[in-house]
């Protein structure tokens, strides 16, 4: 037998095995509800993003609509392990969203958030080790590191403005991003 068609065989009788692959239940519940929150984020961040470019900062538009994006792939990776766990993704869920009214309250409500999801995945990841369940601790770790990123953006927004004060930060976002 060819090479090529004994590993097309491995993989084939991989597929059967890992297709209708049962998660444990507290996992596939704390994915749902990891799925909530990004769903939650993904909204918030949105509108965000948009007042920002309605107000003409367009700097902060971009970056808050990338974060935004950010979110919607943690949330096609929970449904694709849920899915691959022959569990429902619930996508009509979601939590609380604050819409800040000024700049400093949106970037202060998301900071909020993205600090409660830091918890969130921490504490999935847990649960995911004490079932062996590495998959699932390899893919939330993936997605904390990018929470952390963004954390760490609203923390030096809210350094830029304390040092330079809320309006010559605002003037800094106009600027349309060099790409
Ligand atoms: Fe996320
Ligand atoms: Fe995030």
Redesign the pocket.
């Known amino acids: 037998m060819k090479n090529s068609t004994k590993i097309k065989e491995i993989k084939e009788r991989q597929l059967i095995t890992t297709i209708g692959m049962k998660g444990n239940k507290k996992v596939l519940t704390v994915l749902n509800s990891l799925l909530a929150?990004?769903l939650t984020?993904i909204n918030q961040y949105m509108v965000h993003s948009e007042m920002c470019d309605n107000w003409g900062y367009l700097k902060l538009h971009m970056a808050i609509r990338k974060q935004a994006m950010?979110?919607m792939h943690?949330a096609e990776w929970l449904i694709e392990r849920i899915i691959f766990f022959d569990g429902s993704p619930t996508v009509s869920k979601l939590n609380n969203i604050r819409i800040g009214k000024t700049v400093a309250e949106m970037i202060s409500n998301d900071n909020d958030y993205e600090l409660g999801?830091v918890q969130s995945y921490n504490d999935a990841i847990k649960l995911a080790q004490e079932v062996s369940d590495q998959g699932t601790v390899d893919l939330l770790t993936m997605?904390l590191k990018?929470?952390e990123v963004?954390i760490e953006w609203a923390e030096s927004q809210g350094e830029q403005i304390k040092q330079m004060g809320m309006e010559n930060y605002l003037v800094n976002q106009t600027e349309v991003p060099v790409k």
């Open positions: 929150d990004e984020a950010d979110e943690h999801a997605i990018m929470e963004h």
